[in-house]
């Protein structure tokens, strides 16, 4: 039987959030892999890329996996209750329920993930914790059904993770040698604990206003669950 993947897509989506784990996904046995939206206009995500969904929620048949991305568009998805009530359908079917970066506050305000733990981007982690969350520094966290990846370039980790899960290690091995996953960084300059705290605080700083604006939305949810 095929297995069914949908990722979520949206305006001003981190685009790498989606389609890292996608070349993962297009990889596995015997799966059909579709972008979903709420109308089948294009998308753009940040940066400009144009992404063209393939099913709207309407239309979306039951997945095996929804997977809900990160990126500065998802701060009004945290309110949206469209997309929270397909997440809520989907996840009653579905056999993994995931996300990557802050796709996971999604989830949260979904109310899918009270009591479970989750990964998500360092600079937003803490917030899981509004939506009775718990907060996994881990870059990719399991917990029963709910897999999360933490940021961006953790969606590649995290969709080699779901290949070990359903398909087993042989398989999600092959795709990893395939894609020559290898990496090797020029700078240890990737997390928080290496990047030291001058260019962490610079970089808090310089994304201030959305951290705010994302706070906001995360307690204007949290209040409604």
Not at 108 to 113: E, H, R
Not at 167 to 179: E, N, P, R, T
Not at 207 to 224: L, M
Request: negative net charge.
């Amino acid at each position: 039987m095929t297995f069914r993947i949908g990722l979520l897509v949206f305006p001003n989506i981190t685009q790498l959030d989606m389609t890292g784990p996608y070349e993962v996904f297009t990889k596995f046995p015997d799966t059909e892999v579709m972008l979903v939206w709420k109308t089948l206009d294009p998308v753009r995500a940040g940066g400009g890329m144009r992404l063209i969904p393939d099913v709207t929620f309407a239309d979306c048949p039951q997945l095996d996996l929804v997977c809900v991305p990160g990126g500065g568009g998802m701060n009004p998805l945290l309110n949206d209750a469209e997309t929270l009530d397909f997440l809520r359908r989907q996840a009653e079917g579905a056999r993994y329920v995931t996300s990557v970066c802050t796709g996971s506050l999604v989830l949260g305000a979904a109310g899918l993930l009270k009591g479970r733990r989750a990964a998500c981007h360092w600079m937003s982690r803490e917030m899981l914790s509004d939506f009775g969350a718990i907060p996994d520094p881990a870059r990719v966290v399991v917990d029963g059904n709910i897999i999360s990846g933490g940021g961006v370039t953790a969606g590649i980790d995290f969709a080699l993770t779901v290949a070990g899960e359903w398909f087993g290690d042989d398989v999600a091995k092959s795709i990893q040698l395939g894609i020559e996953y290898n990496p090797q960084p020029p700078y240890d300059a990737g997390s928080p604990e290496s990047a030291g705290e001058a260019l962490t605080a610079a970089t808090r700083s310089a994304a201030a206003e959305r951290q705010a604006d994302r706070q906001a939305a995360v307690r204007s949810a949290a209040e409604a669950l």
